[in-house]
């Protein structure tokens, strides 16, 4: 039955991918499409349909699927997602933004020259802030919040300073990964041993060849926007002039992410960890009793409030719902075993080790921007890597490595990924728009990553 499920998964991704290449609304398409290729494993005997609580009738679970999504996400990371979405339109409100860019802009100005130079340079920057804040869509939104404006203002378009942020989650490394910690019991190592010997040593160069692919693609992108006349095109250096609320408020915007840090287990100074959630919560109490002290008027502070209430029910109606969507689709096509056909058939062509390694690495890459999860489509072929890899006589930590780093490349160039959501949404700009940007530079990130790997 495998083959016949593999064959309606590309079925129903084909009319997917036509229906929102035709501006159908995502997050319907995505959600019928899993539920129907659900129904389908189910009817063919291939995965039972599980819920949390079966309510005894095959129609009724099936529409369950989507109540289950939303409860997983919302407890899960929705919430997270949402109080930062919140918390950038509330940054906005009180002008702490400006502030921020204000400051920021001084020390920074030989960079209006050089914007392209500026927005490479925060990727390894954001791929250092990502191993103490293991979720690339947390971390994104985060990275809105305090560099998105910087950049903008150094003469960035929007479409590069969000590629940028994006490109920082692009390595699922260090030991707070989930990623990181299924490899590294896959080949039997600690979650530390492996980044030091095996991440690190593959990651550093290839960064700095996406560093370079991101600064000459997004130059090439933006030139090619300016002509059509697009909205997200370069644009001058923002001349700013002081913003009329006290410049101390610059900190705000970047105070979760210092939280985050300062509190890590991985940072160490005190014995005190915070969860994202609760450092965005804090953050804002800590906004808004600074905004009391400035505008002394406690009931103005408190109607201003209901900018965090919209700006988290624009990220849930935006982001979160597209998020479930997308997993629930992704659920689809593992249910009908599409990506556990795709490695049976990729181990019986007859190929060497290393070109199946690179075939299979190149698959999770897809599968990740087809699912929009660098987790699920690792953690859908890594477990079967140390039974394949002695019968095609290669070590399983020279596959799995490549794999696992390839996962979450591609998650950066799907248009159903959470941190693509997440910060296109808050950014006003397109999702799918923002993945064709991410597509090049990825490419031949992966390119290099397993050139590099397999070769030299």
Not at 369 to 393: E, H, K, Q
Request: net charge neutral.
């Amino acid at each position: 039955m495998a083959v016949p499920g593999f064959i309606i998964c590309i079925a129903v991704i084909s009319i997917t991918a036509v229906l929102l290449y035709r501006r159908f609304n995502p997050q319907a398409v995505l959600i019928f499409a899993g539920l129907l290729m659900i129904s389908f494993a189910a009817a063919m005997g291939l995965h039972p349909i599980a819920v949390t609580k079966p309510s005894g009738s095959f129609v009724f679970d099936i529409v369950q699927e989507i109540e289950d999504g939303f409860i997983s996400n919302i407890t899960r990371i929705g919430l997270m997602i949402m109080t930062i979405g919140g918390y950038v339109a509330f940054m906005n409100k009180i002008k702490a933004t400006d502030s921020l860019v204000y400051i920021a802009i001084k020390p920074l100005a030989f960079f209006r020259k050089y914007p392209y130079l500026a927005s490479v340079i925060a990727i390894p920057i954001g791929q250092i802030l990502f191993m103490t804040i293991p979720s690339a869509a947390g971390l994104g939104l985060l990275l809105v919040a305090s560099f998105y404006p910087v950049l903008v203002s150094l003469g960035c378009s929007r479409m590069t300073a969000l590629s940028v942020i994006a490109a920082a989650t692009i390595f699922d490394q260090g030991p707070g990964s989930a990623n990181t910690a299924m490899a590294a019991s896959l080949i039997g190592k600690a979650n530390v041993e492996y980044f030091v010997s095996d991440q690190l040593p593959l990651v550093i160069p290839t960064t700095v060849v996406v560093m370079i692919l991101y600064y000459f693609s997004n130059r090439y992108f933006d030139k090619r926007d300016l002509k059509a006349g697009k909205e997200t095109c370069i644009r001058e250096p923002e001349q700013k002039g002081k913003p009329d609320m006290p410049l101390i408020f610059a900190i705000l915007p970047m105070l979760p992410l210092l939280l985050l840090v300062i509190f890590s287990e991985y940072v160490g100074l005190v014995d005190i960890h915070l969860s994202t959630t609760v450092a965005m919560l804090f953050s804002l109490i800590v906004s808004v009793v600074f905004v009391i002290i400035v505008k002394r008027d406690f009931r103005s502070v408190i109607d201003m409030l209901e900018s965090f209430w919209k700006g988290m029910g624009s990220v849930f109606s935006s982001v979160i719902t597209l998020i479930v969507s997308a997993e629930i689709f992704s659920q689809g096509l593992i249910s009908l075993g599409f990506i556990d056909t795709l490695v049976t058939g990729s181990t019986h062509l007859g190929f060497s080790g290393v070109v199946i390694s690179i075939f299979i690495t190149i698959l999770i890459f897809l599968a990740a921007m087809l699912m929009g999860s660098g987790n699920a489509a690792f953690f859908s072929f890594g477990p079967l890597i140390p039974d394949i890899a002695p019968r095609l006589a290669m070590n399983a930590p020279d596959m799995i490595l490549p794999m696992q780093l390839s996962a979450s490349m591609g998650r950066a160039t799907s248009p159903i990924a959470g941190i693509i959501v997440a910060i296109a949404g808050v950014a006003g700009v397109s999702p799918v728009e923002l993945a064709k940007r991410n597509l090049p530079p990825l490419a031949g990130g992966l390119f290099v990553l397993l050139l590099f790997h397999f070769i030299f």
